[in-house]
Every structure is written in structure tokens, then in C-alpha cells.
């Protein structure tokens, strides 16, 4: 089992930054693809980014966050970490990271991860 609990979120102004937390506990936090998700208001949840799990692998984001979010990880603090540079408007809704099952590649689609946190609301005003 692995409990996810993200943390970070706020309110920013346009243009602003944030950085989100994701404090991973339970077992083989370092085998496991980490990714971030979101989902407004009315919408569907949508992929954000992902970290796998191996070092060999690379991360991967949606375009609408490309060069503007940044995913990592830290496995002996058991996080993953989302940084969100030059926020817009149309990046509010609640975010959610989400762990994948030990040793699988990472990938955009929500049901290939097993473990969810409770989420975190980001809210960017213009």
C-alpha cells in the first residue's frame, strides 16, 4: 500500500509560480512512476506530468505545461515535487499525484496508476 498526500496549492496571480509536494508513505516508493494530475471544475481528470521510476527513462508532460512545469523526485524524502512556473488561468483545478505499481514505465493514462492522493486546489487568477 502507498498513502499520497500532496500539498503546495494556492492562490497565484497570472504569471506567478507555485510549487507542489507529493509526500509519499507504505512500500518501494523508488520503484514506483509517479505522475501529477489535474482536473477542473465540470472537466475530466487530465494528465500533468510523469517521473518514472528508473533513471534511464525520461519524464514526460502534457503540451499545455511543457517548459512551464517541472516534475522530480526526491526517494530518500519519499516526494515527488511538481514546480509550476508562469501560471495561467486556465491552469486552476484541484491537483492530484498518483503513484504507479512497482517497476511499470510511466504513461499519461489515469487507470495505469493504482495509488491517488486526496488532491491539492490550485487557483490562478487573472
Known amino acids: 500500500q502507498v498513502q499520497l498526500v500532496e500539498s503546495g496549492g494556492g492562490l497565484v496571480q497570472a504569471g506567478g509560480s507555485l510549487r507542489l509536494s507529493c509526500a509519499a508513505s507504505?512500500?518501494?516508493?523508488?520503484?514506483?512512476?509517479v505522475g501529477w494530475f489535474r482536473q477542473a471544475p465540470g472537466k475530466e481528470r487530465v494528465f500533468v506530468a510523469t517521473i518514472p521510476w528508473n533513471t534511464g527513462s525520461t519524464t514526460t508532460y502534457a503540451d499545455s505545461v511543457k517548459g512551464r512545469f517541472t516534475i522530480s523526485r526526491d526517494n530518500a524524502k519519499q516526494t515527488v515535487f511538481l514546480q509550476m512556473n508562469s501560471l495561467k488561468p486556465e491552469d486552476t483545478a484541484v491537483y492530484y499525484c498518483?503513484?504507479?505499481?512497482?517497476?511499470?514505465?510511466?504513461?499519461?493514462?489515469?487507470?495505469?496508476?493504482?495509488?491517488w492522493g486526496q488532491g491539492t486546489q490550485v487557483t490562478v487568477s487573472s
Open positions: 498518483a503513484a504507479a505499481a512497482s517497476y511499470t514505465q510511466p504513461n499519461a493514462a489515469v487507470n495505469s496508476y493504482a495509488y
Open positions: 507504505g512500500r518501494a516508493f523508488s520503484a514506483r512512476s
